[in-house]
């Protein structure tokens, strides 16, 4: 697989929930790889409430991980 | 996407809260963009009690993150 | 909405639990703000098992944070 | 309610890891404080695989908590 | 019940990974202490897909413990 | 079983990313461990959005582990 993750740190929090969310897709890409499949199966979870909050739920969890990488943006003036 | 999270600074656990919720809302949002498509779902979830437990838990992950990188608001007098 | 949450800290771990059902709970009212329909909803969910063992996964969640703000009540003499 | 809990330090792992399951359990009671329904329910999920897997994750949420708070009785001698 | 964790001590992370199978294991058996019960019901969740992921989540949820009690074996010569 | 996992440390957040992967299914493995019956079981789940969504959680539990592990790869020269 192509080299897609070169580090964990982000300048800002919301590009750090942004990288959370690739994280989150990456799980799936590496578990299906088919685009094909998955492509079929996106507008039946996007549309399913459940499926939305279980992905948002995962989000949560590699953000944890992203945030804690950069020391929660401490030091970043805003 | 506009800019919507500069910090997890925020200066009470309440707002703490209430910003977890924005990162819960939101891992929703990024997953399925179309605003149309999510309001036609929140009133089914929304009346779910499975899917108002789910809601709950994410923003508990989130929670757990903006309160570490708060330091858990120990040094906030109140 | 008004101040419900000024502290994560509390003078014992029993009242640390207590909190964390507390944020679990506000969880969920700031999802489905309307006591009408939690209300409906409460008899439903708190006569199924997999729902009340889901309402314990969040409390247990939540008091993971509760329970790092206050350092595991470790100087805490009982 | 009476005290349960006052203190979330144990002599060792497996104490600390039955104080995880108390907790867990206390979770459930503190949602459905009523006996009597509990019990009607227990038989049920005791019986599911899917909910004792559920249940088997809240104790190990929990057990985190309690571990951490024992400095994972790294001071113990065994 | 009799000894059954005594430490969380390990010397590699694989036997820190059995460890945390032992303890997912551990809590199904508190909540159903019934062997003839689990063995009925093991062929059952032990194929189906879904709750194999399920265990996988809870034996993940352990090993974050068992990992940070090891101090992620980081002292180890391997 | 033979020995699979001599250590958590990787060289970049990617190669970690990958044994989070391992792990998840490593869990599973020992959860069930005819292989013949996981090949039956992977066409189902891997077509399934919900059992994808699922296993990717699993891997950002992981990856949580394996990431504090590696103290978030801050010292990698990128």
Known sequence: ????????????PQEG???A???SQ????YTQPSEEIRNRLRPL??????SLIAASQIIAINFQTVAAAND???????
Chains 1, 2, 3, 4, 5, 6 share one sequence.
């Open 1 to 12: 697989m192509e080299q897609w993750l070169l580090s964990l740190r982000t300048d800002t």
């Open 17 to 19: 929930f942004e990288l």
């Open 21 to 23: 969310i690739q994280l």
């Open 26 to 29: 990456r799980g799936v890409v």
């Open 45 to 50: 979870y996007s549309k399913n409430a459940d």
């Open 72 to 78: 929660y943006w401490k030091n970043t003036t805003t």
